[in-house]
T-cell receptor, first 112, second 115 residues
Framework: KQEVTQIPAALSVPEGENLVLNCSFT??????LQWFRQDPGKGLTSLLL?????REQTSGRLNASLDKSSGRSTLYIAASQPGDSATYLC???????????FGRGTSLIVHP | DGGITQSPKYLFRKEGQNVTLSCEQN?????MYWYRQDPGQGLRLIYY???????QKGDIAEGYSVSREKKESFPLTVTSAQKNPTAFYLC??????????????FGPGTRLTVL
């Protein structure tokens, strides 16, 4: 059974820092990996989707990489801002299934 | 604007009462999902549906029921058999099929509280 782990569970940084959030998974036979952002009391917002054949995706200050062989993905946030404060979740969809497995998320606080 | 709507935003249930959470999408997505989110836990799958008139149990289906009579609608009923229903409920949808993006989109959620 696929297991998804996100480290660290919580992170507090000053504004302006470049950040790396980690997502690891146990089964490398994945179809895609998706990164989400969740604000308190809200639904999940899709940030980036990486297909299994891709190595990275970029959107603005966000860059997500995927290394299937090592079972890892990283979300890089450049020049963090207080508005980036949220919980970030990764979800791994295995090959042959429509059901993704979610990590428990990294809670990020960016203070001015 | 395309998206997923959930209603109500807040719902209160008395003991022994059934309640229904609404989920509607206008993204023309085939698959729809219901998740439960509790503090300190990840998202847990309740039910999912790949096509109209078909749905499958997820990891925690006991005490819940669903229907999928229309492509755009996937309501979730929390029955009195669900002993601890207080949680945040999230509905999602995605396109089905190899070679498509299969990106999952979420609604804003419904917070259910048992009185």
């Amino acid at each position: 059974k696929q297991e998804v782990t996100q480290i660290p569970a919580a992170l507090s940084v000053p504004e302006g820092e470049n950040l790396v959030l980690n997502c690891s998974f146990t089964d490398s036979a994945i179809y895609n990996l998706q990164w989400f952002r969740q604000d308190p009391g809200k639904g999940l917002t899709s940030l980036l989707l990486i297909q299994s054949s891709q190595r990275e995706q970029t959107s603005g200050r966000l860059n997500a990489s995927l290394d299937k062989s090592s079972g890892r993905s990283t979300l890089y946030i450049a020049a963090s801002q207080p508005g980036d404060s949220a919980t970030y979740l990764c979800a791994v969809r295995p090959g042959g299934s429509y059901i993704p497995t979610f990590g428990r998320g990294t809670s990020l606080i960016v203070h001015p | 604007d395309g998206g997923i709507t959930q209603s109500p935003k807040y719902l209160f249930r008395k003991e022994g009462q059934n309640v229904t959470l609404s989920c509607e999408q206008n993204l023309n997505h085939d698959a729809m999902y219901w998740y439960r989110q509790d503090p300190g836990q990840g998202l847990r799958l309740i039910y999912y549906s790949q096509i109209v008139n078909d749905f499958q149990k997820g990891d925690i289906a006991e005490g819940y029921s669903v229907s999928r009579e229309k492509k755009e609608s996937f309501p979730l009923t929390v029955t009195s058999a669900q002993k601890n229903p207080t949680a945040f409920y999230l509905c999602a949808s995605s396109i089905v099929g190899q070679g498509r993006e299969d990106e999952q989109f979420f609604g804003p959620g419904t917070r259910l509280t048992v009185l």
